[in-house]
């Protein structure tokens, strides 16, 4: 062990299993490997063990979009156990990689996958140790010494020379538990395995929306097919007074899955990494939002759709949004489902792509990682216009989704309403809770629901929400901010709002959420300090400099540079 560099993974879920993927592949047996892991299962993580997921959900990706692991979906079905496979009505030689999946056998599927890493590491010699129901509690930087201090529950610490933290999504709880009938999130779905007379209120139309509707609907009614293959709902007598009433800021649902051309959101007609590099030293230090909109969105779009080209060419960003918005917010939002299902059956039955959908996910997925380097002004204008745009168009939710909420819709039990930007839930003293908003005609409108979930999604968490005392204690992180090009531009949003915005020595800067890191990853101190023992991961926690993930293909992304800076350092 002395003359090995010890390496802690904190987190076995999908962020561990990459990370864990990265340094066996690398082959290296001065290593040691630590994995930590809170529960008694790797790999499957929040998101496809039963503390996310139930039966009745269903990933929206595809087996053929999955990013590299060791086994692909297609092969893994072929060796996965019967009894499991039945369970989710799998058939081996029907299997469809095209198709999306149960999340929780996909759980099985990334749990699997963890299990040939560690045979693959004993193979090749690589010592690594696996720490089950071990939560940790606390990080400590010990820079004298040049190691990192990890303690677990229980009262257990371990030392190490570099530490990643994989830790993955967490749900604060604020009301739940304390009023009855409110949800801070969906999860665990048992939770909402409720039958109710009521309305329910949801906040959000996202996929975490799509998810409380899947598992509501199913304990208040069942689903069917007549006799034309239409799927239809119908409601349990004891649920006479049951529908959901979804709230959405911009009244709109979620686009719908289709064919994607590149499945893991690469394409070579993007920019560079010295590219990047090159445009941000040209311009004294930052990225320029709009010089990565024309160079991976728009460009390529020239060569593959120009048609779609020549009506799009001129317009710059703001522009683009507002025509596509607009768009949108002319359609009844149930109908638009309609038109991208259909449309979107085509686009899979021909594996033909809906071109600028997708660029708009690689768009999403390119800028995410340099995104740090925006200046605030940029990022202010990325997340009031670019975001809310892109967070519909490549939600992807999968047909079945689209159908039960057709089923639901039909049958009058599930509503759409839009609430505008200044729409507030607040808990009720006697249960469930009062929804503030501001309908289509300037009227102020109150409603009081007994039942309410949040299913706004992952929050970005703050600074002060990071998990591990000591780190912030000893100043070894340091709150997300993002420098003002213009300081009288930064000076006016000071005085418009002095909690987001902050000033030093006369430059100004906004608050964002999360921590600062550097491009490997690496927490930043106050003054510029970059610890190199520490990696951070947790997406919840990056968010101000990570404004938007892709699931299993960042944690691929981000896997690759935090290995490639460990062997570096």
């Known amino acids: 062990m002395k003359n090995k560099k010890r390496i802690a993974i904190l ?46 959900h269903i990933t929206n990706v595809s087996g053929n979009e999955i990013p590299e692991l060791v086994t692909s979906i297609a092969e893994w079905i072929k060796t996965a156990p019967k009894a499991l496979l039945d369970k989710f009505s799998i058939t081996p030689e029907l299997f469809n990689d095209y198709k999306v999946l149960p999340r929780l056998l996909f759980g099985q599927y990334l749990a699997a996958q963890f299990a040939l890493l ?11 140790t696996i720490h089950y129901n071990s939560p940790v509690t606390d990080i400590i930087d010990l820079p004298e010494q040049n190691l990192v201090r990890v303690k677990i529950a229980g009262g257990s610490s371990f030392e ?97 899955r289709f064919h994607l051309e590149d499945s893991h959101l690469q394409n070579d007609s993007l920019l560079t990494d010295d590219e990047i590099e090159a445009h941000i030293k040209g311009n004294n230090g930052f990225l320029s939002l709009d010089f990565i909109f024309e160079k991976d969105f728009k460009d390529p779009i020239r060569q593959k759709q120009p048609v779609f080209y020549d009506y799009i060419k001129n317009m710059g960003m703001e522009e683009f949004v507002g025509a596509m918005m607009a768009l949108r917010e002319q359609a009844d939002p149930f109908e638009l489902m309609k038109v991208e ?42 997340q009031k216009t670019l975001l809310p745009l892109i967070s519909i168009v490549i939600a992807y939710i999968p047909q079945s989704s689209c159908e039960e909420f057709f089923a639901l819709h039909d049958a009058g039990l599930l509503e759409l309403v839009d609430v505008g930007n200044d729409s507030d839930a607040e808990p009720d003293r006697k249960g469930g809770a009062n929804y503030y908003y501001i309908d289509g005609n300037g009227k102020k409108q109150s409603t ?10 992952q929050p970005h968490l703050s600074y002060d929400d990071f998990p591990y005392e000591s780190l912030r204690v000893a100043h070894v992180i340091s709150p997300a901010k993002l420098k003002f090009r213009d300081a009288a531009s930064g000076k006016k949003a000071m005085q418009h709002n002095k909690h987001t915005v902050t000033e030093d020595e006369g430059k100004y800067y906004l608050k964002v959420p999360g921590i600062t890191i550097n491009d490997d990853f690496q927490p930043v101190a106050g ?22 993930y892709s699931g299993l293909d960042f944690c691929e992304r981000a896997s690759d540079t935090i290995a490639e800076s460990i062997f570096k350092t």
């Open 11 to 56: 987190g076995g879920g999908p962020s561990g299993l990459f990370m864990f993927k990265r340094l066996v592949d690398a082959g290296r047996t001065d290593i040691a490997i630590a994995v930590f892991e809170k529960k008694q299962e790797l790999g499957a993580g929040m998101p496809y063990s039963t503390e996310g997921a139930g039966t009745e």
């Open 118 to 128: 560690q045979q693959k590491a004993d193979e090749a010699g690589i010592e690594y």
């Open 160 to 256: 190490f020379e570099q530490a990643v933290i994989c830790t993955g999504h967490n749900w604060p709880v604020k009301h739940e538990g304390k009023v009855p009938g409110w949800f801070d999130s969906p999860y665990p779905p048992t939770k909402l395995g409720l039958q109710l007379n009521h309305a329910v209120a949801i906040k959000g139309a996202s996929l975490t929306a799509v998810d409380a509707v899947r598992t509501l609907a199913r304990h208040n009614g069942v689903y069917f097919k007549n006799k034309a293959g239409k799927l239809i709902y119908q409601l349990s007598p004891n649920s006479e007074g049951f529908k959901i009433v979804m709230h959405s800021r911009h009244g709109m649902l979620p686009a719908v």
């Open 341 to 382: 299902y259909e449309e979107a059956a085509r686009s899979i039955k021909k594996h033909e792509s809906i071109y600028w959908k997708e660029m708009l996910g690689v768009l999403s997925f390119a800028m995410n990682y340099p995104a740090k380097h925006f200046s605030a002004e940029d990022m202010q204008r990325l």
């Open 448 to 457: 009081h629901y007994k039942t309410y979930v949040d299913c706004s999604g």
């Open 527 to 548: 003054l510029g300090e970059v610890t190199n023992r520490l990696y951070v991961m947790a997406v919840p926690y990056i968010g101000g400099y990570n404004p938007d």
